[in-house]
């Protein structure tokens, strides 16, 4: 054979091998692009509503919340990983000071999970706001603290933005709702504020980022009481905010989008689809404590529904909505493989429920 025969022999042989690698390397990443399947693809140990969710990679992590009976007693520090392509769900080390929360906030960030505040719920009814922010790293399940919340805040919206940065925005204190915006530097670990919350301060609100542009919609507003009555009410916000964040996220560029925005409810599930669409689920439009009894002391109902807001050029809103199984009392949501997924929550009769659901999102119009 010459070295002419034994090269294109070669060559041959090269070309054949490199589409048999290429074959099976498509074939192996094939799986991770397949949509998601409709429905519940996993149940969590224990039921759990109100819980901090945040996913890394196929693994949905979810933190502290409400167990089933949902008293005081109720209110745990439990965490949670459920692997979304395998539909099995585990107990994972609880967060690290053992007190139980509601309304805590979580966020995936360079790798790890970022986890806000939330409220404690001691035995006589009172309510505490915690400061902490922990940290957790999935490749050994461990927990790290960062610097505390100079102002803590419960049922807050928290966004990541420009791999550095964590928006944390309105929310309840103690014993009123705040308009401030914190934002923690995760490369110096440090907070500062900048310009507050142009909107009625809310509580239970809902929001997304993509680039720099976010939107929150709905939560719960307090309304002073107008003599002769002496208590004050908690009344839905039906607004929506779009907000511009600058490079270094020292402001935000607010435009309010409208007075009865579709996608206002209370605590939904809220995602980016792109820089110019943002999705809303479920929630409820009678705000409710914790047991989901409104404060009005009628039964909360959950929407079944998402409502999809799409920017046009000029900055506009346009709203559609969708059918969705209903569902209430959530921190978040997660996209994943094509679909909104959920997990826990509420029903139709304000029972903690202990299912993981995929809702593949609709065709874009």
């Not at 309105?170 to 995760?186: C, E, I, K, R, Y």
């Amino acid at each position: 054979m010459t070295r002419k025969e034994n090269s294109e022999t070669f060559m041959r042989f090269s070309i054949s091998l490199m589409a048999a690698l290429t074959s099976l390397l498509l074939g192996c990443a094939a799986p991770a692009q397949m949509q998601a399947p409709a429905g519940v693809i996993a149940h969590l140990p224990k039921a759990l509503s109100n819980t901090a969710v945040a996913r890394i990679d196929d693994i949905l992590y979810a933190f502290s919340g409400l167990h089933k009976d949902k008293t005081w007693r109720d209110v745990t520090a439990d965490a949670y990983a459920c692997n979304l392509a395998g539909g099995v769900c585990r107990t994972i080390a609880p967060l690290p000071d053992g007190v139980g929360r509601l309304a805590a906030n979580a966020v995936a960030h360079g790798g790890k999970i970022y986890i806000f505040g939330g409220y404690s719920v001691a035995k006589d009814g009172t309510e505490k706001s915690m400061p902490e922010v922990w940290v957790f790293d999935p490749r050994d399940e461990t927990y790290a603290r960062a610097a505390d919340m100079p102002v803590p805040v419960d049922d807050a919206v928290v966004l990541g933005f420009a791999d550095r940065y964590l928006v944390l925005i309105s929310g309840w204190h103690d014993h009123d709702n705040v308009a401030d915006v914190q934002v923690l530097d995760t490369e110096e670990n440090r907070w500062f504020a900048i310009n507050a919350y142009p909107g009625a301060p809310v509580f239970g609100h809902a929001g997304a980022i993509s680039g720099n542009r976010l939107l929150i919609c709905g939560g719960v507003k307090v309304v002073p009481p107008t003599p002769p009555a002496t208590r004050r009410s908690f009344v839905l916000s039906k607004s929506c905010w779009t907000g511009i964040i600058s490079e270094d996220a020292q402001s935000i560029d607010w435009k309010k989008t409208g007075d009865t925005a579709p996608g206002a409810a209370y605590r939904r599930a809220a995602i980016a689809l792109s820089d110019r669409d943002f999705l809303f689920y479920g929630g409820a439009l009678n705000p409710y404590n914790y047991d989901g009894i409104g404060y009005d002391g009628v039964p909360s109902v959950p929407l079944g529904r998402m409502d999809i807001a799409s920017f046009g050029e000029d900055g506009e809103v346009q709203w559609r909505q969708v059918e969705a199984p209903a569902g209430m009392d959530y921190r978040g949501g997660v996209l994943w493989r094509g679909a909104l997924v959920t997990l826990g929550g509420m029903d139709e009769t304000q029972t903690v429920v202990d299912a993981m659901r995929a809702m593949p999102l609709p065709p874009r119009q």
